[in-house]
């Protein structure tokens, strides 16, 4: 089974169910607060509001399209998040999409690998690492309408908004460890950092 969660058609991850869920999963009960300066986050765990910011790592998938590069493939990460604020809007990830998706429109096939290039390249407030090398991780927003249950493309999170924080990146095949620390350009100082195993893999 595969889905198209982002980048238009191309990223296709398996595991249709996560993004059925929505982004209600991050609305429940939560089992922490993340007021610190650092804080470390693993698949399932939750954080209730981290400098008005709630998130969730909720899963990551293997996307099937594979890179030109020999010897890697791409993932995705889905982190749910919401905006807890009243009147602050939070830029998370690129900020030019429109200006990527019409530079690098895909499909077609050959425009994969430079469209996930110049995200990256425009994701500057996340750093990825796998295996202690470092890898490009290119990231984006994926609103929640509730009302229509239905997800569209944003560069912003709205005040009281919710929905995925999805990131894309490119490892090596048989990688064992991914760490992403995501530098919110809305606080100063502070970091929050998702580590991850190849056992964390979501599988159809």
Not at 9 to 15: S, V
Request: with cysteine; charged share 15%.
């Amino acid at each position: 089974m595969s889905n198209p969660i982002s980048r238009r058609t191309f990223l296709k991850c398996t595991g249709a169910s996560a993004v059925a869920l929505g982004a209600a999963g991050l609305l429940g009960g939560c089992q922490q607060s993340g007021g610190d300066t650092i804080v470390d986050v693993k698949v399932g765990d939750k954080v209730s509001n981290w400098n008005g910011l709630g998130v969730m790592l909720t899963s990551l998938f293997r996307i099937d399209t594979a890179p030109a590069q020999e010897g890697y493939e791409y993932i995705a990460v889905l982190v749910t998040v919401v905006n807890r604020t009243k009147n602050q809007t939070f830029n998370i990830g690129a900020q030019n999409l429109a200006e990527i998706n019409a530079a690098y429109p895909v499909p077609p096939q050959e425009n994969v690998d430079a469209n996930f290039h110049a995200l990256a390249a425009a994701s500057t407030d996340f750093a990825a690492s796998c295996d202690g090398q470092g890898v490009e991780c290119g990231a984006n927003i994926s609103l929640y309408n509730s009302n229509s249950q239905t997800f569209s493309e944003s560069t912003n999170l709205p005040p009281q908004g919710s929905g995925y924080l999805q990131l894309m990146l490119m490892v090596p095949k048989g990688w064992q460890n991914l760490q992403i620390t995501y530098m919110p350009t809305f606080v100063a100082d502070k970091t929050i950092t998702f580590n991850m195993t190849a056992a964390d893999m979501t599988r159809a």
